[in-house]
């Protein structure tokens, strides 16, 4: 049986703690990490805070209950957390979403940021509950915005 290599980007690599910025815009080299990566590093971390990446791959955090902040500001190919629960801030504050956005029957205990987030496809926040509010100032949807149950 073959074992695949550890993962050695920047982002597994990260030992710090989930409230320190990993900013990869200064280092072109480790900016690419894979969507894979950045679950598990909010997994590990119990959030994140990354600033310059350009996820490879769609980020799907899966149902899973997220303690710590989570601020991204990257470029993502898609973006889910569906039925994620979150006790912080969420953050994505000048991303870039080529697909889409999708929240459906999140729950969000602060705020969700989408300040100057672009969006290629759609942003979904159906049956999502963000008892902070949702902040998207300057927010450009492509697609479509859809938002029900709130």
Known sequence: MTTMPACTCALCSFAGPASETLDLSKRPADRQVDAACVAG?????????????VVRGDLELDHRVIEGRLDLACTFNAFRAQDETFRYIVDLTGSVVK??????????DRALVLDGVEVGGSVVLWDT??????????????GSFTARGM
């Open 129 to 142: 509950k963000a008892t902070g509010g949702i902040k998207a100032e300057q927010l450009i949807v492509v």
């Open 41 to 53: 590093a909010v997994a590990r971390l119990k959030g994140l805070c990354l600033t310059g990446a």
């Open 99 to 108: 697909g889409d956005l999708d929240f459906r029957g999140a729950v969000l």
